[in-house]
């Protein structure tokens, strides 16, 4: 089914009407660094059910033991991930008494890529999240992205797959256990056109909510939800994400994420998003800036990373916290989606694939245009995406 109405959004161009309290979105596209770079996130509606509850959630520290993952000039990856996983936990176990949450790692272990997945299967964990630093050759590029299982947009997702995937390099018959997989064969680009999940619609609201309170909160450039084949993600059965926090080639953010105030803003992020994505699915409550805004319970235990003892409640860290970035204005770039006799509905067809999509009532007819750009050149990174949505006469406007 989920097949079937992407099929559909590709070739009809089906009025909607977006959710406006939600904050700029779209599945990024374009072809920067790394990975695909974007101030924007795909915002996806996900119907609420009385009867349905998150019971169980499965929190995924990236590599560990003999897999250090990136390394950045100070830190691991494998060591801010793990601290990062266990602040987040001691916020979820401290505001949901009620929700049984699980490791993966609680040390500096290695596990598996197969097994992560299977402790989250064999849990039926009704969430997935894993959570890892970035690296690139350009010491310039920072920011979070969030991923989703996908097809391989773009070559440099690819490559973003292919190093998380190289750790079943480590381990014992990974030939038998993967089925012949070799993340740098032909064949695994094409993977991805055959991998199908019930759970990728909750999944990209997940990675939406992750990646608005990732720039709200912690304060990180938002490089938007993205899509790649990770085999950690490809074998859950649930709802999942993996978190590339940033970057440790980028020295002011390998700092921030290596200190113990830059590890607790992002893991309170992460648990917002999940507050967030719990409040949405269980009781249709969708508003960010409710669950922004309402009260957490702080949590006091000790959180011990390689000897390094952290504290879990707030306090002064013992490293500088980077300035604060100064969110850019307003500006005249905005890109033209279709008009309509009618106002649309906010809850139906391409429109609610969107959100920051602004309606003008003008000449009898409403308007609909989609976010705000500082130049032409930004906005044209992102018109072809826009089109490809099904928004063919989707154009560019001042």
Not at 103 to 122: G, K, V, W
Request: glycine residues 6%; proline residues 4%.
């Amino acid at each position: 089914m989920l097949l079937a109405s992407w099929l559909v959004l590709q070739n009809f161009n089906l009025p909607v009407k977006v959710d406006g309290s939600q904050e700029a979105g779209l599945m990024n596209g374009s072809n920067r660094g790394k990975s695909m770079e974007s101030n924007s996130v795909l915002s996806l509606s996900a119907p609420s059910n009385p009867s349905y509850r998150i019971k169980t959630i499965v929190l995924d520290a990236g590599h560990g033991g003999k897999d250090p993952g990136c390394i950045g000039a100070s830190s691991k990856e494998k060591d801010n991930a793990l601290a990062i996983v266990l602040h987040l936990g001691a916020l979820l176990e401290a505001n949901f008494p009620e929700l049984k949450v699980i490791y993966t790692r609680d040390s500096d272990e290695f596990i598996e890529l197969n097994e992560r997945a299977n402790i989250a299967n064999r849990n039926n964990a009704d969430l997935f999240v894993c959570v890892h630093c970035n690296a690139v050759s350009r010491a310039s590029i920072s920011g979070s992205e969030t991923y989703v299982l996908g097809l391989h947009k773009v070559a440099h997702n690819l490559e973003v797959a292919k190093r998380e995937n190289a750790s079943i390099y480590l381990e014992d018959d990974y030939e038998k256990k993967y089925s012949g997989y070799d993340p740098d064969s032909p064949e695994a680009h094409i993977f991805g056109s055959t991998w199908q999940s019930a759970y990728l619609e909750q999944s990209i609201l997940l990675a939406q909510y992750v990646q608005q309170f990732a720039h709200s909160e912690a304060e990180r450039d938002d490089r938007g939800v993205k899509q790649a084949g990770f085999l950690v993600l490809k074998e859950t059965a649930m709802p999942s994400v993996l978190i590339e926090t940033g970057y440790l080639t980028n020295a002011t953010e390998e700092q921030y994420l290596a200190s113990s105030e830059g590890q607790e803003e992002m893991a309170l992020a992460i648990f917002k998003a999940i507050r967030a994505y719990k409040n949405h699915m269980e009781y249709g409550q969708s508003s960010v800036a409710a669950v922004s805004n309402s009260y957490v319970k702080p949590v006091s235990r000790k959180i011990v990373v390689n000897s390094t003892t952290t504290s879990s409640s707030k306090g002064p860290g013992t490293t500088a916290k980077p300035e604060k970035k100064q969110v850019p204005s307003k500006s005249p770039y905005r890109i033209y989606l279709l008009s309509w006799p009618n106002k649309l509905d906010p809850n139906a067809g391409q429109l609610g694939l969107l959100s920051d999509v602004h309606e003008v009532n003008e000449g009898g007819k409403y308007h609909y245009y989609f976010g705000n750009y500082s130049s032409m050149e930004e906005a044209e990174k992102i018109l072809p995406e826009i089109r490809n949505l099904g928004f063919k006469t989707a154009k560019i406007v001042q």
